[in-house]
């Protein structure tokens, strides 16, 4: 039986197309024909458990099941990961890859999938993560009915945030992550705006607009340092567990925004202006 994925989920409920721009009036009226339209965009499709869905026809394309030629070491030099039947497959022991395209705010689609017979407990049972802009890991691990601390399980901004929910599909079976991601700005060494995540996994809100404390540490309080970029790669983590990926795109999010309207609808009301 297929599965429909839930990647839609971003293109439906978080569907968010670059922002028309705020520039023109000082002030719209509500239903404002001056407003400029929003772009026009193609949805992608849903995934199933036998095949990854098509991306956004505004997405940039990271992994389409064909090579790895987005991607490099986090060593330098080429990936060392493998590409097996159209999915990532990491080699254990090889070392993280990351884009090597950057990015800033972002909406990003991943699938990852733990194979069947993966054993362990807690934090080695198929650990792996995604990290935001190379600093802030969404953990990847296998918690279906299988524990571990809150704060590093599935779903969870690693040692800060967990999930909401437990949303861990089977082994065997493909798992989603939905993200948006919004980069910290500091300002003279000082946090003006901390990193911001909304996640949905497997269709599940798990993180709702959470504030992030700083980038990922272990065991270690996180905290912001006096400077960051304003972008970085997106990086999957080698944790010497054997880990599938696919379908793997971003969008890159405007940081600026269409303005609310500041008057009720009046002389520039968009009925009027187009009769």
Not at 74 to 88: F, L, S
Not at 112 to 124: D, V
Not at 241 to 263: D, M
């Amino acid at each position: 039986m297929k599965l429909r994925s839930m990647c839609g989920m971003a293109m439906i409920v978080m569907g968010l197309a670059p922002s028309a721009s705020a520039q023109g009036p000082s002030g719209y009226e509500v239903h404002d024909g001056r407003r400029p339209q929003p772009v026009v965009m193609m949805p992608g499709t849903f995934s199933t458990q036998d095949q990854p869905g098509k991306p956004p026809s505004d997405a940039i394309v990271l992994f389409d099941g064909k090579d790895l030629s987005n991607w490099e070491s986090v060593k330098g030099g080429d990936a060392p990961w493998k590409v097996v039947d159209g999915d990532i497959q990491n080699v254990p022991g090889s070392g993280d890859i990351q884009t090597r395209q950057q990015f800033g705010d972002v909406q990003l689609h991943v699938e990852w999938l733990e194979p069947q017979g993966t054993k362990g407990r807690s934090q080695e049972r198929g650990n792996s993560g995604v990290f935001l802009q190379g600093l802030y890991e969404m953990q990847v691990l296998d918690n279906y009915k299988s524990e571990t601390y809150a704060d590093g399980m599935a779903g969870a901004i690693y040692g800060q945030y967990p999930p909401l929910v437990n949303a861990c599909r089977p082994q065997g079976e493909w798992q989603i992550y939905d993200i948006i991601f919004h980069a910290a700005k500091l300002q003279d060494g000082k946090v003006v705006r901390p990193a911001r995540v909304t996640a949905f996994f497997n269709g599940v809100l798990v993180q709702d607009d959470t504030d992030l404390l700083g980038p990922t540490r272990y065991q270690i309080l996180a905290t912001y340092p006096a400077s960051l970029p304003d972008k970085g790669p997106l990086r999957l983590q080698d944790h010497t567990s054997p880990i599938g990926y696919r379908n793997i795109w971003v969008r890159s999010l405007s940081a600026e925004k269409p303005p609310p309207p500041i008057k009720p609808a009046g002389q520039y009301d968009y009925e009027k202006m187009h009769h």
